[in-house]
């Protein structure tokens, strides 16, 4: 129906006069509200002159819906050249996630366009593809705040930049396109302007850059604006821009070289500027980007003088910590001279790149088993939380101006991180593996924003850890048994005891916990120790039980002076255990521990089931080993040997630790990766087709079923709708009783043959059938032959529908009005003469009030029929 009303729209243009045409550029923008809810606008450049500017513009939602946008308050604005500014903003909400392609299209372009045949009968359509998708955040497009309604010059370099500016910091990069006709389709027989050399735009910067025009006249091209977000495209909006090329003696002024800056924030940008003109024509100088959107806050750019050949303004920037943010600010340069021929421009872009500034007061305390560090909170209240980065020794770090974070290169990792921000502590003990003894840790600590963007570093603190007194050399579990079990514990003769202070003799203490608490240490043993040479103690106790944290304490056991040696140095080591997960055919072995010092390798031992002995299967150096190859069902039991080293006064002292044993059963507990679903909405045969991918063909080998799920509104939860007993049958039909209710939200899941169930697949919402349609023709003139204009509504709809419709004949006035009638039966009845209305064109504007996913929406139908009073031009309504 749409393409029959744009057949007749185009011939009443080919009739019309060269100024009714008038379209010129725009582009479609949006903003998050929330939800599935956007805000759209709608801004046109349109030749002033023309009678045919529209007071409001139908906007088509990709969703099979379509509204009506009005003119924004304030709007018109008249720009130099002819060009007049159009703003029309409206409200959307999306039935569901999806990737929609939001479209405005209007009949009229301008005449004479060179690069577009017949440029005065193609309809001007601009577009926007918008991802919904809630976990990638709300999300805004790209504002473009420089117009296209500069002129170009035969044979001098034009350049055009949007100056977009992306208010989420979302990534930015150009692309020329086609420009597009009826339903957005690309325009057949469109070119690129004709160039003496090239015609391209920068995909980082989005200059467009035209060397050089050879041919006078109107020119329109289009450039396609992605914007990514974590490595993905979630939205692109296309200008669409004219370009006029004049003959002049006039030549462009020239910017001078801009320098980019790297700045920390509360830094005052301040320089001056100077564009100049060969022909001696006054400079009019201006900039635009992301620094002047801010509130209160924002970059100014002021005039300071203009004469003969030159402009000079000064651009001045206090920054603060609102304007961190991880990718840099670009700001566009355009002078241009004031000429009585035509006015030429030179634009020329730099970025400022505002980093946070580095926490402060960076400061560590150890302990015999781990290391806090504190420090400063940051000056900016909208940090999110802070980053710690360790590296074993120093680095000489010394970053440059825009070198913010931790690179890689100076051997840091990031170690762990803190939300909030005046979170300001952290304790290291290597994620409760353990520090090493006699190792110097360096630290440094970076702020972090919501968007990702990271401070500039802290200066390094290093620490080691305090030695244990005794320091821990063994944790060894030599007999497994529940009731005789034992465990081996040794720990270094200390050296450097004060005797004056504490003469001995002395008592070694043995303190013990289970799994259940490592920090709830219990007392298990005394062991006399008169000259500090006994530093062995066996525990006996159950040893299928695991882990075991141990503790040394060394005590001062003079008569009358009993202490403890040395409190603050207590260190805590583990047995060796292994976590198991079973998998398909293998089994996870993770070794586990908390220990004082470096375990370089494991070996592993798997039990004989015939002999009962325990024989090597293989070596790691990581701390996990798959032995794969194994029978689902059976079980095996494993024990491991830790082998590693530590340093204690300058020496090393190495070691060898035996685990616990434990056992497991290999079975297939990993679920298939989700399908892809898609869904097809068969209208007339009231059904919607689901049909989705088979992992088996991507990501696994054993799917056997799905299970289809279904919600009848976007809120509601999902129900189990269907299963598919056959790996191969990916296709659902699901049937219903009316078009109303093909709307609704599905999801598949895949069950494979042990029954483990994936994630849910992509969901899809489908809300796509129309089920009020107008004819586009009636003939009023009592044949009992398409006498009225009658709605198309399905059987039993009618009654669940609220219509509105207004007709209007050719100059505007109102001819017919209804809001009580959804099938609205006009009898071609004028409402104020109450005679039928001449043969003719006549347009409408229908809101009809329709039950979706989302609740009741208006879609607003705008459309033309064709009014045949004269009985001989009656015809049968398609």
Known sequence: ?????????????????????????????????????????????????????????????????????????????????????NVYITTHTFPGPGIYEVLVQDPNRNYGVQNIPNSVNVVFSIKTTILVNTTIGANNSPELLNPPKDRAALGHIFIHNPAAYDPDGDSLAYKLTTCTGQDGKPISDYELPPRSDTFYIDEVTGDLIWNTPVDTGKYNVAMNIQEWRRGLIIGNIVRDMQIEVFITDNNPPVNPPLTSYCVEAGTLIEFPVTS????????????????????????????????????????RWQTACSHVRRLPYQIILKSEDVNNDISLVDIDNFTIKILGPAPTGLATSSTSNHINLSWDQSQCDNVAGYYIYRREGSFDFEPDSCENGVPGYTGYERVGEVSGLSNNFFSDDNMGEGLVQGIVYCYMITAYFPDGSESFASDPACASLVPGTPSIINVSVTEIDENTGEVYLAWLKPMDIDTIAAPGPYVVHIYRSDASDENSLQLVDSVETPDLNDTIYYDNLNTVLFPYYYTVRLFNNTPGNRFEIREENNEIASTLYMDITPDDNQLILNFRKKVPWVNTDYVVYRQNPLTEEFDSIGISQQAQYIDDGLKNGVE????????????????????????????????????????????????????????????????????????????????SASDSLAGNSSADDTTYHHRLEQVMQLGGCYYVTAIDSFENESSPSNRVCVDACPYFELPNVFSPNNDDINDKFVAKVPEGIGDNLKVEIRIFNRWGQLVFESDDNPLIEWDGTHMQSKKIVASGVYYYICDVYEPRITGVEVRTLVGFVHVFSDESSGKKIE
């Open 1 to 85: 129906m749409r393409g029959i009303l744009l057949f007749i729209i185009s011939l009443i243009i080919s009739t019309a006069t060269i100024n009714a045409t008038h379209n010129r550029a725009g582009e479609i923008t949006f903003v998050h509200l929330s939800g599935l809810t956007y805000e759209f606008t709608i801004t046109t450049y349109t030749y002033t002159p023309s009678a045919a500017n529209r007071g409001e513009l139908t906007i088509e939602w990709g969703d099979n819906t379509s509204s009506i946008a009005p003119m924004a308050e304030g709007y018109p604005i008249f720009l130099p050249n002819d060009y007049r500014h």
């Open 276 to 315: 100049t003109d060969e022909d001696y024509d006054p400079v009019i100088q201006s900039m635009s980007g992301g620094p002047f959107e801010f509130s209160g806050d924002s970059a100014v750019f002021e005039t300071d003088t203009t004469g003969p050949g030159f402009g000079v303004s000064t651009f």
């Open 636 to 715: 095996y039991c494993y024990i491991a040997k830790s082998i590693g080293w530590r340093p204690v006064d300058s020496l090393i002292f190495e070691n060898e630790n035996l685990s616990h044993m434990n056992c497991g059963i290999p079975a297939d507990t990993t679920a298939p990766c989700p399908p892809v679903l898609s869904v097809d909405s068969n209208c007339d045969s009231l059904e919607n087709v689901l049909t989705w991918t088979n992992p088996n063909n991507y990501c696994t080998d054993d799917v056997i079923k799905y299970i289809v799920y279904y919600s009848g509104t976007i809120e």
